[in-house]
């Protein structure tokens, strides 16, 4: 599988994201990619959500980051949110967004001129999401 290609070859991955790569978590294996990128041992958080396809999060924290100047927040219902595991205690974690205050479903890392965005959230199954999630996803590939 890619996680497992990935924790086989940590330098290159950690080598990549700091020349520019974008290294963008999933359901239930961000914690493994974080633990590779910044090598620390990281847990996976309480699991949360409604298993919708959405990365848009219901609630939105560090308003004034600069992803939210590319990205205009509109905070999702909670039931319509995707369901992952929280990555609020990810150490070094810039929170973004989740799914209530205090539950941090997405965030970030700078590594080098690279980052590593956690995103534990079901988003790559294809269903039905937002116009925001997709926009969300755009500005995470393009770096932020």
Known sequence: ????QIEQAPDAVRAWVSQGGQLIGEFSNTHRLWA???????????RRGSCQDNLQPVVQFSPADPFWQVVAFAPLPAGQSGCG???TAFEGLVPIGGWAEGQVSLGYRDLGSGR????????QDGGAVTELSLDMMAAMIAGG
């Open 85 to 87: 595991h929280e990555v």
């Open 36 to 46: 590779v990128a910044f090598q620390v041992p990281t847990d996976q958080g309480a």
């Open 116 to 123: 590593v965005w956690a995103c534990d959230l079901d988003w």
């Open 1 to 4: 599988s890619g996680i497992a």
